[in-house]
Nanobody, 124 residues
Framework: QVQLVESGGGLVQAGGSLRLSCAAS????????VGWFRQAPGKEREFVAQ????????YYGDSVKGRFTIFRDNAQSTVYLEMNNLKPEDTAVYYC?????????????????WGQGTQVTVSS
């Protein structure tokens, strides 16, 4: 069973950048597909990005394509979300999630493991 801890959130001005980290422990990290989701106040949780455990295929939500990049460092058991050109509408709690040995784009309800989240606030 894997445990996930997000970090790297904070307050940034519009147009700025942040890098979020999702550090894993307790499992063979290289065998987990990892996704990032976010939830803004009063809104449903939204898919942001995903990286598949083998081959490294990535998926992105429409609202972040071209601005966010997901990548992983298996040696560090960490997945990163590089966020550039941030907008006020990116403000949310960002969560990482993991699922063992899954291919394809996973819906939110198919992830078994979740972190506690990290707050990202983008000021205008």
């Amino acid at each position: 069973q894997v445990q996930l801890v997000e970090s790297g959130g904070g307050l940034v001005q519009a147009g700025g950048s942040l890098r979020l980290s999702c550090a894993a422990s307790g499992g063979t990290f290289s065998t987990y597909t990892v996704g990032w989701f976010r939830q803004a106040p009063g809104k449903e949780r939204e898919f942001v990005a995903q990286i598949v455990w083998i081959g490294g295929r990535t998926y992105y939500g429409d609202s972040v394509k071209g601005r966010f990049t997901i990548f992983r460092d298996n040696a560090q058991s960490t997945v990163y979300l590089e966020m550039n050109n941030l907008k006020p509408e990116d403000t949310a709690v960002y969560y990482c999630a993991a699922e063992l040995r899954r291919l394809g784009k996973l819906p939110e309800n198919e992830y078994d493991y979740w972190g506690q989240g990290t707050q990202v606030t983008v000021s205008s």
